[in-house]
T-cell receptor, first 112, second 115 residues
Framework: DAKTTQPTSMDCAEGRAANLPCNHS???????VYWYRQIHSQGPQYIIH???NNETNEMASLIITEDRKSSTLILPHATLRDTAVYYC?????????????FGQGTTLQVKP | GAGVSQSPSNKVTEKGKDVELRCDPI?????LYWYRQSLGQGLEFLIY????????KSGLPSDRFSAERTGGSVSTLTIQRTQQEDSAVYLC?????????????FGEGSWLTVV
């Protein structure tokens, strides 16, 4: 399974953009990059996913490098409620179970 | 319903008792997953159901754990002879299929405390 590497923790000032990096150098061509976040052991919340192209939705933007070996999740205007653990996950390809394998994630602390 | 529904939201049980945890996936979702998260730990995959295929039980920690999915919809996770180390939040998730492009959505979990 492709694995990801994320910083253990990051701080961000409220109202500023939060840029969360993720390395996935062993990703395969048909594997997606997914981002989830988890607040206080609630169920993980889906944020965004992508394969090759950059993606944007109402929550965030996902920037994937051309070689697909790394990506960055961008929260454009972080609020205190964005404080959470953010997981970058490379999803195993179909033909397996398509399950998500969670690492330790990045704890993002948004400060006033 | 609009999302994955789990019940009970909280359960306290005595060591040695059996417990059942229920999951109602999003309507129409054929793939269903169970995960476990102990306090301060990461999410641990337990079991996966996809349609009528044999489930992937590779994550179940012991034979005290079992799960079934009736009619391709509701799923029940059963823990027999509970132990204190079973205390955790049990999370259910579903998706419209196993493909990597099908988003997996999680419920809010069932908190289990074994005393």
């Amino acid at each position: 399974d492709a694995k990801t590497t994320q910083p253990t923790s990051m701080d961000c000032a409220e109202g500023r953009a939060a840029n969360l990096p993720c390395n996935h150098s062993t990703i395969s061509g048909n594997e997606y990059v997914y981002w989830y976040r988890q607040i206080h052991s609630q169920g993980p919340q889906y944020i965004i996913h992508g394969l090759k192209n950059n993606e944007t939705n109402e929550m965030a933007s996902l920037i994937i490098t051309e070689d697909r070996k790394s990506s960055t999740l961008i929260l454009p205007h972080a609020t205190l409620r964005d404080t959470a653990v953010y997981y970058c996950i490379v999803r195993v390809a179909a033909g397996n179970t398509g399950k998500l394998i969670f690492g330790q994630g990045t704890t993002l602390q948004v400060k006033p | 319903g609009a999302g994955v529904s789990q019940s009970p939201s909280n359960k306290v049980t005595e060591k040695g008792k059996d417990v059942e945890l229920r999951c109602d996936p999003i309507s129409g979702h054929t793939a269903l997953y169970w995960y476990r998260q102990s306090l301060g730990q990461g999410l641990e995959f337990l079991i996966y159901f996809q349609g009528n295929s044999a489930p992937d039980k590779s994550g179940l920690p012991s034979d005290r754990f079992s799960a079934e999915r009736t009619g391709g919809s509701v799923s029940t996770l059963t823990i027999q002879r509970t132990q204190q180390e079973d205390s955790a939040v049990y999370l259910c998730a579903s998706s419209s299929g196993p493909s990597s492009g099908n988003t997996i959505y999680f419920g809010e979990g069932s908190w289990l405390t074994v005393v």
